[in-house]
């Protein structure tokens, strides 16, 4: 079974710092997808950024890029300029490439406060 | 507004009761997650639907039941409720099993 484990609980930073959420997962998988999802205190789930196993290169959307390290089993995300609205929990998770039958495993959050 | 509609927002009902739970997918996609949030046991997966197919099952409580409707909609049964039901219920959708699933709002239901 795959687990996904996020070993930052809670994080703080300045409004405009850069900061980098751990993730890393356990899988004898091959191909699967790695995700970031963001709750902000609306408990809205929202996908911020998503990552193909067999593609070399790190996904980036705007402000937010991740750092995937297949080998490690590593999957972390970068927010740049961050600002008060990043404020959330934000959850890794990992899915099998599997046509059919499907789920997300999601770590255990990290809750991340943007400080003005 | 991810476009998956859930309701209702709020559900407060009494131990031993039974609810039912509404999740609209987004236009044009054919599967249905369901999910519980709760404090000690994080998000973890209940149940996936395929095109009115049960395509997987995840750690469902017998006393819950799932089904998707011809129109794709999706209802959630949870009977015979105990208080550690309380907990935020999601449905997500995707287009096929492949793609990312866009979660709705999220149904909390507190049992008292």
Redesign the interface.
């Known amino acids: 079974a795959q687990t996904v484990t996020q070993s930052q609980p809670e994080m703080s930073v300045q409004e405009a710092e850069t900061v980098t959420l751990s993730c890393t997962y356990d899988t004898s998988e091959n191909n699967y997808?790695l995700?970031w999802?963001k709750q902000p205190p609306?408990?809205?789930?929202?996908?911020v950024i998503?990552q193909e196993a067999y593609k070399q290169q790190n996904a980036t959307e705007n402000r937010f890029s991740v750092n995937f390290q297949k080998a490690a089993k590593s999957f972390s995300l970068k927010i740049s300029d961050s600002q008060l609205g990043d404020t959330a929990m934000y959850?890794c998770a990992f899915m099998k490439?599997?046509?059919?039958?499907?789920?997300?495993?999601?770590g255990?959050?990290t809750r991340l406060t943007i400080n003005p | 507004d991810?476009g998956v509609t859930q309701t209702p927002k709020h559900l407060i009902t009494a131990t031993g009761q039974r609810v039912t739970l509404r999740c609209s997918p987004r236009s044009g996609d054919l599967?249905v997650?369901w999910?519980q949030q709760s404090l000690d046991q994080?998000?973890?997966?209940l149940i996936?639907y395929?095109n009115g197919e049960e395509?997987?099952k995840?750690n469902i409580l017998e006393r819950f039941s799932a089904q998707q409707f011809p129109d794709l909609h999706s209802e959630l049964n949870l009977s015979s409720l105990e208080l550690g039901d309380s907990a935020?219920y999601?449905c997500?959708s995707?287009v096929?099993?492949?793609y990312?699933?866009?979660?709705g709002?999220?149904t909390?239901l507190t049992v008292t």
């Open positions: 997808y995700f999802y609306s408990r809205q789930m929202i996908l998503r959850f490439h599997n046509q059919g039958a499907q789920k997300l495993v999601f255990q959050g | 991810s599967s997650y999910y994080g998000l973890q997966f996936q395929y395509r997987a995840g935020l999601f997500a995707s096929d099993s492949r990312e699933q866009y979660f709002p999220g909390r």
